[in-house]
């Protein structure tokens, strides 16, 4: 039984404890929050779990083997060191910290100290997500042409990052687990309509070494929900619909054909292909539980995390040269 303290009891706070609490080989024996408020309701809860709002009790109890950080992103280097240092395996909210340059001191110490850094990037854990990976990894998709994202809603408005930080994080994340490649360069843009308040809209393209090209479109002044990804490949094409309840992915068999055409301008013609839809059965088991179980396994076995701190940094390496193209403009910015 690996005893876990969860440090931060806000937004993502009640998800992990009750995911710990649920998976058979962990244990919460701490939540630490600031908020006494916050702390009384996992006292109504959780009963037997003990509350601190100082993060060193949980840190200089010799019994906690894994430390939990769902806090503000500022925060999180100085926790996760602080942990690592104490001897604690560490389990971060996305993103893993707020520069590249953080991400790799964090991921010196851990190595150092032979301790599993993990990043909670959740969309890798859920049953759609991996079966794209699964479609991508076969060849049923063909080669990668394009990923269309929208992930847009009103709010909730973050006071320490952007909007790419908040929300885009999660595409790039899935685009590091369903693709081998790593892109190349970033363009973005984006404003603020709060003054003195971080980018609450924004565009990002990133491009990649071969014909393959993303797009993300994310904003916290929407009128609606929206997490709608479209994936394209020379066989097949995808639309991703996280919002839906049941049918999650469609899978067209859609597409062009380029024909010799020596009638043709360009000498090639174009034609349409159109073939069945499918939409596969998907388990129902909750992401953040597939997460915090491969977590537990990471610490007893040794198995390398899927969600690494090392692609964590990738992801954060990107919204870096993002927040920079941003700020010129949309120059596109190389990786």
Known sequence: MLNIGIVGYGYWGPNLVRNFSQAAPTKVKYVCDLDSTRLKKVNNIYPDITTTTNVNDILNDKSIDAVSIATPVSTHFDLAMKALKAGKHVLMEKPLTDSSEKCQRLIEEADKQGLVLMVDHTFPYTAAVQKIKELVSNGDIGDLYYYDSARI??????????????????????????????????SATGISHVEEQPENIAY???????????????????????RQTLIGGSKKMILYDDMEPSEKIKIYDKGITLVDDDESITRMRIGYRSGDVLSPNLDRVEALSSLVN?????????????????????????????????AKKGEMVSL
């Open 204 to 226: 990002l393209t990133i491009f990649y070494k071969s014909r393959m090209i993303a797009h993300i479109h994310v904003n916290w002044l929407a009128p609606v929900k929206l």
């Open 153 to 186: 809603n009103l709010g909730l408005f973050q006071h320490d990052v952007s909007v790419i930080w908040d929300l885009a994080v999660h595409d790039l994340s899935i685009l590091e687990f369903i693709h081998d490649e790593h892109p190349i360069a970033v």
């Open 294 to 326: 491969h977590f537990a396994r990471c610490i007893e076995t040794g198995e390398h995390p899927m969600t690494s701190a090392e692609s964590g940094m990738r992801v954060v390496r990107i919204m870096e040269a993002a927040s920079e193209s941003m």
